[in-house]
Each structure stands twice: as C-alpha cells, then as structure tokens.
C-alpha cells in the first residue's frame, strides 16, 4: 500500500537556525508529494508540491525535491523564524486518487526566539 | 472569502449520544471532504463529495458515522451513537477542482466524546 513516514518530533531549534524534516513514502504507482503546514488552532495549509522527480516545490522560504531514487521528499529551510512554529506534514497522492491524500504523522517544529 | 467553516469548534458530549458537525465549503468549490485526525492515525480521509454527490466513502468507519450534502454550502458529518474513541479533531476541506494543490481546510471540530 501507500504510506508516508516523517521523522518524529518535536524538533526544537533557535531563530535563524537551519531545519531539515526528512519524509520517504511508498507508493504503488507515481504520486504527487506535498508539504502541508498546521498552524495553532488552525487547519492545513498546502506549503509546496512536486508532481514529478527531480521537481522542487518552494514557498516560504522551505524547499523540498522530489526524489524518486530514494523515494524521498524533504522539507528544508535555511533560516527559521519563530512564526515558523507549527506542524509539518508530508502527503502524497496517486493520479488516479487525487481526493485521497495519504498524510504522515505529522512533524512538531518549535521555533525559540 | 471567509474560507471553510466549521462549528462547531469544541464538542463534548457523552458516550451515547449523537454528534452532528457543520462544514460549509468556500463558495464555488465543487468538492468537499472530511478528514480525521487522531495521535493514533494521524490524519485520515472520511469521504469526499463532488457536486454535493458522497464519491468515496472507504473511509467511513462504520455505519455509526454519516455524512449529508444537502446543497452546495453545506454539508454534515454524524455519529450516532457516539464513543469515546471517536474523539479526535475532524477537518472539512474544500477544493474547486479535481487537484490537491487548491485544497482548503476549516480549523477543525475538536470532539471529545467521555
């Protein structure tokens, strides 16, 4: 089946720090990978896409590339700020199942002044 | 746009009894889905809806749980009767097209059924 798996959290660091959330998945056919933002008290926010391999999503300052070879999708930034602080969670989708988005976990970021 | 809205917010209720949450999607978007998201299982898709017609339901628990688009702006997501491992905070998620990038989801109804 299909599946998502993030690294655990809470990841703690300061300002300005650099932040790296690993995701790999599983996938029965060619997904599309996202990266999804929740912040306090609010639903989920899409952050980026790739829908192909070796695409890179970028907003916000975060990036991730589509790795098909190690069947990864990791979200980076180079500097966090404190408004960074929230919960990340890495998603796929089939073509074929677009309305079923396969989320991870979920991964905690605290961001300290 | 005021984007999805649900309510209500917070609900608790005992084990028993029946649990109605409210969603209306943003104006013009064609799909509706609800989600759930527990430690346990992390997020997980209910049922979604196009055209206010239930496509995909696989995700429905059981047949306690039920979800209802009666029109365009709004739709429900039931249990009855409820149990306490059915709280968990519930997430209704609108999208005008058939892509994931232009999903949009509510804040969540965060149930706690004792």
């Known amino acids: 089946g299909n599946s998502v798996t993030q690294m655990e959290g809470p990841v703690t660091l300061s300002e300005e720090a650099f932040l790296t959330i690993n995701c790999t998945y599983t996938?029965?056919?060619?997904?599309?990978l996202f990266w999804y933002v929740q912040y306090p008290g609010e639903g989920l926010q899409l952050l980026l896409k790739?829908?192909?391999?070796?695409d890179k999503g970028s907003n916000k300052g975060f990036e991730a590339t589509y790795r098909k070879e190690t069947t990864s999708f990791h979200l980076e930034k180079g500097s966090v700020q404190v408004s960074d602080s929230a919960v990340y969670f890495c998603?796929?989708?089939?073509?074929?199942?677009?309305?079923?988005?396969?989320f991870g976990a979920g991964t905690q970021v605290v961001v300290t002044p | 746009d005021a984007g999805v809205i649900q309510s209500p917010r917070h609900e608790v209720t005992e084990m028993g009894q029946e649990v109605t949450l409210r969603c209306k999607p943003i104006?013009?978007?064609?799909?509706l889905f609800w989600y759930r998201q527990t430690m346990m299982r992390g997020l997980e898709l209910l049922i979604y809806?196009?055209?206010?017609?239930?496509?995909?339901d696989s995700g429905m628990p059981e047949d306690r749980f039920s979800a209802k688009m009666p029109n365009a702006s709004f739709s429900t997501l039931k249990i009855q009767p409820s149990e306490p491992r059915d709280s968990a905070v519930y997430f209704c998620?609108?999208?005008?097209?058939?892509?994931?990038?232009?999903?949009?989801f509510g804040s969540g109804t965060q149930l706690s059924v004792l």
């Open positions: 998620a609108s999208s005008p097209t058939a892509t994931n990038e232009k999903l949009f």
């Open positions: 104006s013009g978007h064609d799909y």
């Open positions: 996938a029965t056919g060619y997904p599309s």
């Open positions: 998603a796929l989708t089939l073509t074929d199942s677009w309305g079923k988005l396969q």
């Open positions: 790739a829908t192909k391999a070796d």
């Open positions: 809806f196009n055209n206010n017609v239930p496509i995909d």
